[in-house]
């Protein structure tokens, strides 16, 4: 079994982290050349998804807060080709409505890892909004779109708020965002809101295509744990989860940050989850609520806590899925990652299995860390630049490397690792001019948020980056 291998190597590595991350300082070492993909005037924002496509030559992005605020205002989807800069309009708002209070509202793409196809939150049509509102977290769905630029629209999650009678099966009544290929294809991971029971916070599920989708959807939804209202929780029971991604290449596993309310009945932790969602789950057992009656996960689930100390950002887990890498706060103060075996617990009594710091950056670990591919390094973003650290049992455990520069107020964001690990894309606002050579800015007075790519040095392709 790949884990048990990978969890021996984890062994090691338990066993010599506790020296070697304290005394690895980060390097200046491999430097990159920042290489601007995009020039348009107008944001392109990656929003820290899975934005490269299959075969790597594209990137997709949406163009939010350029008109108006958030995805709300968002007018387009699109991708560009990184060899030449062209861009393509893969999904425009049609009459959009634009303001405070918006319509359609598309954006937080991400690439199929398999097909050449997007997927993307999509609000409620300008048409609809009379019956259904404008914009927001529960009022949204995930459609695809095909990445030759037809614009053709599949709706994947059907969503049903009739207050009348129970929801439609596999329907979601409310709004799912953040859509997440499992490495497979195979399942989409989302986090939902609510809209018939508000008074239950975020959540995450998980749909695939299936026969007994609801009509005018591609897959079935159903969420992955049943939440406690807010508010209203027992120690020890979830209130929130987010901050979800997939651990492993089949989907199998899904981590999320938990919102759990503690023994004293008053205060809460944010701790790391797993749901395991084996293959031979029936996802049409789910029940997918009514009226008053927030949805259930379908049968044979099952929640394990892996942290009972804080945990936070979105976490990553590896193709082979044997660890998953969270923000935690380390004995200076400052936040960092940790690495924790997919089976661990910080209650463990075997020191493989237990959390372990992975990085000591001085100014903290930022935000979108990221794995290589061969789950032998991790990225991240720290004091404004992008670094590489080492997480393969050895020697080299726990250095890092900076691939940019930092300190230098670039405002670097977003940052996305290729599939075959030899690039980087991310975010960085600069002055960009239209055809007439004027300087444009967003609609707050900001620089446009354009895609820069680097390369991973790593010359002889074992996932460490050189110069470590």
């Known amino acids: 079994m790949k884990i048990g291998i990978a969890l021996t190597r ?51 992005y949406d163009t939010r807060e350029f008109v108006g605020y958030g995805i709300d205002n968002s007018q387009s989807v699109e991708k560009v080709e990184i060899a030449t800069g062209k861009e393509t309009i893969l999904v425009k708002a049609k009459d959009p409505i634009i303001g405070k209070e918006a319509a359609p509202g598309i954006g937080a793409a991400t690439y199929s890892p398999i097909s050449d196809k997007v997927i993307l939150i999509h609000g409620p049509l300008v048409v609809e909004v009379p019956v259904r509102g404008f914009y927001g977290k529960p009022n949204r769905r995930g459609a695809e779109v095909p990445g030759d630029g037809s614009g053709k629209i599949t709706w994947v999650d059907f969503r049903d708020v009739d207050k009348t009678r129970n929801t439609i099966p596999g329907a979601q009544r409310g709004g799912t965002h953040r859509h997440e290929y499992s490495f497979d294809g195979k399942r989409i991971g989302f986090t939902y809101d609510d809209f018939l029971c508000s008074e239950y916070d975020r959540n995450i599920g998980y749909m695939i295509e299936h026969p007994k989708a609801p009509k005018g959807a591609s897959h079935y939804f159903a969420v992955l744990l049943k939440t406690a209202p807010m508010g209203k929780s027992k120690p020890g029971e979830i209130e929130k989860a987010y901050s979800d991604s997939w651990i492993g290449k089949e989907g199998f596993m899904r981590a999320f940050i938990g919102k759990v309310r503690n023994p004293d009945g008053e205060t809460y932790e944010e701790s790391l989850f797993v749901v395991d969602i084996p293959e031979s789950v029936d996802i049409t057992t789910a029940d997918s609520g009514g009226p008053s009656r927030y949805p259930s996960p379908p049968k044979g689930l099952t929640i394990r806590r892996l942290t009972q100390t804080h945990a936070e950002g979105i976490v990553r887990g590896t193709i082979q899925g044997d660890r998953i890498a969270y923000y935690a706060k380390a004995a200076d103060g400052t936040k960092q990652i940790f690495i924790i075996a997919s089976d661990g617990s910080d209650q463990s009594d075997k020191s493989n299995r237990r959390p372990i710091q992975a990085t000591s950056f001085e100014h903290g670990a930022g935000a979108c860390v990221r794995w290589h591919p061969t789950g032998n390094s991790i ?84 996932g460490i980056p050189d110069g470590i």
């Not at 050349?33 to 299959?54: G, R």
Request: a negative charge; aromatic letters at 8%; glycine letters at 8%.
């Open 10 to 60: 984890f062994t090691i590595l338990a066993g010599m982290a506790g020296l070697l991350h304290c005394a690895n300082s980060p390097a200046q070492a491999a430097m990159q050349t920042e290489k601007q993909i995009t020039h348009t005037p107008k944001n392109h924002n990656l929003d820290n998804n899975d934005n490269y496509s299959p075969d790597q030559r594209f990137l997709c």
């Open 379 to 462: 990225a991240c973003f720290s004091n404004d630049g992008i670094a590489v650290t080492c997480v393969k049992p050895g020697p080299k455990f726990g250095k890092s490397v900076f691939l940019t520069a930092q300190g230098d107020n670039a405002e670097r964001g977003a940052l996305v690792w290729s599939p075959d690990g030899k690039h980087f894309a991310y975010n960085r606002p600069v002055p960009t001019k239209d055809e007439s050579g004027k300087i444009v800015k967003t609609y707050d007075g900001k620089d446009c948020l354009q895609i820069f790519t680097i390369d991973f040095p790593d010359s002889d392709n074992d």
